[in-house]
C-alpha cells in the first residue's frame, strides 16, 4: 500500500489568496467585457445580453450587473451561474483557476 501515491489532475498552483472574494472584478465591468449587445439594467441589475453558451442570435439571456448572477432564458440552455461559474464555463476552468484569473483581470 502506497500512503502517499501522487494524485494526477489535482491543480498545482498555489493556494487563492484568502480575500480572493473582495477582489472580484465589478460585475459591470466583467459583463462589459464577456458578454455581446449587453443591454441597460433594470432596477434589480439584470441587463440583457446574448448567451455565450448557445448559438444565440437574439439577447436571450440576462446578466446580473450588481450580483454577477447569469441566466440564460432559451429552453435547452438555460445556463445559469454566478460571475464565477460564468466564466468557469466560458473558459473551461476549473473554480479555483476561474477565480484566480478574475482577480488578476485576465480579458
Ligand atoms: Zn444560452
Redesign the pocket.
Known amino acids: 500500500m502506497h500512503r502517499n501515491r501522487i494524485e494526477y489532475g489535482k491543480p498545482t498552483t498555489s493556494r487563492l489568496p484568502s480575500n480572493w472574494r473582495d477582489r472580484l472584478p465589478d460585475a459591470g465591468t466583467y459583463y462589459a467585457a464577456h458578454v455581446v449587445k449587453l443591454g441597460k439594467p433594470n432596477d434589480k441589475g439584470w441587463a440583457a445580453c446574448r448567451?455565450?453558451?448557445?448559438n444565440?442570435k437574439n439577447p436571450?439571456?440576462s446578466a446580473n450587473l450588481s450580483t454577477g448572477g447569469f441566466k440564460?432564458?432559451?429552453a435547452g440552455?438555460?445556463?445559469t451561474h454566478d460571475m464565477i461559474g460564468f466564466h468557469m464555463q466560458l473558459r473551461n476552468l476549473a473554480f479555483a483557476d476561474a477565480v484566480r484569473e478574475l482577480i488578476e483581470g485576465a480579458r
Open positions: 448567451c455565450p453558451f448557445h444565440d436571450s439571456a440564460c432564458h432559451v440552455c438555460e445556463a
